[in-house]
């Protein structure tokens, strides 16, 4: 469940893994805090098989993968893959289980550089239990990094 308050997406209030009996009571704790302009989004919380981080720079691309939930490699540094290339794509460095993640999901992933056309950023993608493949989320590298230690420190 993910509230926000206006347009302030940078600082959404977010709860994971409620049962179904505890949803609506959690949604009237969010609009009591809010009172009004609020926004509430309700979703199911997704089982991941797979997943990692995507970064681009000036200088290189980077691929890290783990078990699970991004959570286990961003905040336990759980990594079961770190693939390192060279902004022509070209495979410089890898550290880990190769064989975790395939060629053909390593050109996915890769794919999104073309799509996105930005440096300087990052993005989360996964692999589901049906094995279906998703990017969910983009941020700015620095964002990314401030926010990080801000919530961690």
């Known amino acids: 469940m993910l509230f926000t308050k206006g347009d302030n997406f940078r600082q959404p209030i977010y ?16 609009a009591k805090i ?6 509430i989004a309700v979703y199911p ?3 991941l098989f797979k997943s990692g981080t995507l970064l681009i720079d000036s200088n290189q691309i980077i ?10 490699l961003i905040r ?11 902004k022509n794509k070209k495979l410089l460095e890898s550290v880990g289980e190769s064989k975790f993640l395939s060629s053909a999901l390593r050109r996915k992933i890769l794919s999104a ?17 049906n094995q279906e493949f998703i990017f969910y989320k983009l941020e700015d590298l620095k964002e990314a ?7 961690y420190s």
């Not at 336990?76 to 060279?86: A, E, H, P, Q, V």
């Not at 073309?114 to 993005?123: F, G, P």
């Not at 990094?145 to 919530?151: C, W």
């Open 113 to 129: 550089v073309n799509k996105v056309k930005r440096e300087n950023i990052i993005l989360e993608w996964a692999i589901d239990q």
């Open 15 to 30: 709860v994971n893994w409620l049962s179904k009996k505890q949803v609506s009571k959690k949604i009237d704790q969010f």
């Open 45 to 47: 919380s997704w089982k």
């Open 63 to 72: 691929i890290e993968a783990c078990k699970g939930h991004v959570s286990n």
């Open 76 to 86: 336990r540094g759980n990594t079961k893959l770190s693939l390192i290339y060279g």
């Open 145 to 151: 990094a401030r926010s990080l230690i801000k919530k």
């Open 34 to 39: 809010a009172k009004k302009d609020f926004k």
